[in-house]
Antibody, heavy 118, light 108 residues
Framework: QVQLVQSGAEVKKPGASVKVSCKAS????????MHWVRQAPGQGLEWMGW????????NYAQKFQGRVTMTRDTSISTAYMELSRLRFDDTAVYYC???????????WGQGTTVIVSS | EIVLTQSPGTLSLSPGERATLPCRAS???????LAWYQQKPGQAPRLLIY???RRATGIPDRFSGSGSGTDFTLTISRLEPEDFAVYYC?????????FGGGTKVEIK
């Protein structure tokens, strides 16, 4: 079945970087843009950006420009989101989600908890 | 940036009642690119509606979406126990993609 499986929880110190992976299965990885969305504790959903797995092209939300890098490895159908210079308010659950054109974000990963703590 | 406003933040309703959840955009949204998601505690969001009114695969027909331009609505015709959750609208037609703040549907 179509699914996205993310890497496990992370605890990082302020100023460090974190890299979250998202492995796709059950569909053609290069056929759909991959988006990253985060959710701080008790808060709503916040879009971070997307990567085109076919070309490697990216588009980041202005808020994360300069701190986020989205990459992919097509040989293993995996997308990555790396966030650098972590701050306490980067503590959140990070989700990858497939965007199927006009059909919305129809497949989501299970989420990766990132805790930034000194 | 298109700002999506969902108000009220919380709806208190009983099972069997009708739920009407509004979503207002700060500027016109192409109807092809307005979606609704349901999220339960500890779970990832789940796509309910895309294209403002089209149900995603496997979504019961008690869920319906309507609207155009700047005003959209998610309606749950008769609330089932499993429908008590948080609902988010999202526009995905222009960058940056944006979500509304969410409406929590709680049991009265």
């Amino acid at each position: 079945q179509v699914q996205l499986v993310q890497s496990g929880a992370e605890v990082k110190k302020p100023g460090a970087s974190v890299k979250v992976s998202c492995k796709a299965s059950g569909y053609t990885f290069t056929g759909y843009y991959m988006h990253w969305v985060r959710q701080a504790p008790g808060q709503g959903l916040e879009w971070m950006g997307w990567i085109n797995p076919k070309s490697g092209g990216t588009n980041y939300a202005q808020k994360f420009q300069g701190r986020v890098t989205m990459t992919r490895d097509t040989s293993i159908s995996t997308a990555y989101m790396e966030l650098s210079r972590l701050r306490f308010d980067d503590t959140a659950v990070y989700y990858c989600a497939r965007l199927d054109g006009e059909y919305g974000m129809d497949v989501w990963g299970q989420g990766t908890t990132v805790i930034v703590s000194s | 940036e298109i700002v999506l406003t969902q108000s009220p933040g919380t709806l208190s309703l009983s099972p069997g009642e009708r739920a009407t959840l509004p979503c207002r955009a700060s500027q016109s949204v192409s109807s092809s690119y307005l979606a609704w998601y349901q999220q339960k505690p500890g779970q990832a969001p789940r796509l309910l509606i895309y294209g403002a009114s089209r149900r995603a695969t496997g979504i019961p027909d008690r869920f319906s979406g309507s609207g155009s331009g700047t005003d959209f609505t998610l309606t749950i015709s008769r609330l089932e126990p499993e429908d008590f959750a948080v609902y988010y609208c999202q526009q995905y037609g222009s960058s940056p993609l944006t979500f509304g703040g969410g409406t929590k549907v709680e049991i009265k």
